[in-house]
């Protein structure tokens, strides 16, 4: 003779007969089904980052009425005003040149400051770690910091310049044309370089040996192995960091609006900076989004340009 027993899950999901109807719980709600599992994952993202885009597209096809302020629908609108608005390409070109050169300098920078610290010596773990302070300090914190050096009476970076006459006292360099975008970035290349460095050193750390020692044998020097099997085993980890950093930069606002809120003039507007003056500024909310949708539309197009040409995998 056999005992059976039930098991603990039919037990949970049912009532005894002698108690009234006999009920069972749905297989999905049960923890044997992936959906309890994934529903939090998949509700986050649906909350936060679907109904954001799916709100912003149906915006940008109202027309905000002057008089009323109430959206009417009007999908052809916005996006007319879009294509045919000066500021928005001129905002399209800083971006665009921000992106380029912040990432191109953070590359090299981060590239060869992780050259410098592969090494197991003593002291180097603690230089590697002190390398990533920059990045816990929020991105409007370093922009209010980099405000104040910049100042023309007693910023530190200001004076030391106009001391060594590499800058005009009459052309502070947030409120000149030409040297504003320039002073932005620096903020930005101080913080996310050590980023760069991580990525670069973890890169670095995961080559084999087997290949540096073989070239060694051949009489390479430090260079000739730089070029012929760092560069080319790094390829792969260089392209994905250059397109994490590359979407960061293209959304860049922070630095943008603490430092110089898109001045002197539209010299440092952004896409982002410019649809956040119009939502907070002028309050016409679908044209804002419009814009927003936009740079959306470029740093996808962009990105996959970058994927095609540079053959990314994930």
Do not use: C
């Not at 981060?110 to 002291?123: N, T």
Request: zero cysteines; charged letters at 15%; a positive charge.
């Amino acid at each position: 003779m056999t005992d059976t027993m039930a098991s603990p899950s039919e037990n949970s999901r049912s009532k005894t007969r002698g108690e009234g109807k006999f009920w069972t719980m749905p297989r999905w709600l049960t923890s044997e089904h992936s959906f309890p599992w994934i529903f939090p994952a998949t509700a986050t993202l649906i909350v936060f980052g679907l109904y954001p885009i799916i709100y912003s597209v149906w915006l940008s096809l109202n027309r905000r009425h002057p008089v009323t302020r109430e959206n009417e629908w009007n999908p052809a609108w916005n996006w007319s005003r879009v294509f045919a608005d000066e500021r928005v390409w001129d905002a399209i070109s800083v971006t665009y040149m921000y992106t380029f050169v912040a990432i191109t300098i953070q590359l090299a920078l981060g590239l060869g400051i992780a050259l410098l610290l592969d090494s197991d010596r003593k002291g180097f773990g603690l230089m590697r770690a002190l390398m990533t302070l920059p990045l816990v300090v929020p991105p409007a914190v370093t922009g209010m910091m980099f405000l104040l050096m910049y100042n023309n009476s007693f910023g530190v970076i200001s004076r030391t310049l106009q001391s060594i006459g590499l800058l005009d006292p009459a052309k502070p360099l947030l409120s000149s044309h030409e040297t504003a975008l320039w002073a932005v970035m620096v903020a930005d290349i101080w913080q996310w370089t050590p980023f760069m460095v991580l990525i670069m050193m973890a890169g670095l750390r995961a080559l084999p040996k087997d290949p540096f020692e073989a070239a060694a044998i051949d009489g390479a020097n430090a260079l000739q192995a730089f070029r012929r099997l760092t560069l080319p085993m790094l390829s792969k980890i260089i392209a994905i960091a250059v397109l994490i950093r590359g979407i960061d930069l293209f959304r860049v606002y922070d630095y943008v609006k603490v430092m110089t809120d898109s001045g002197p003039g539209t010299a440092t507007e952004t896409l982002t900076a410019y649809s956040g003056t119009i939502y907070f500024k002028s309050a016409n909310f679908p044209y804002a989004s419009a814009v927003a949708i936009l740079t959306l539309v470029l740093v996808i197009i962009t990105a996959n340009i970058f994927i095609k040409v540079f053959k990314v995998r994930f």
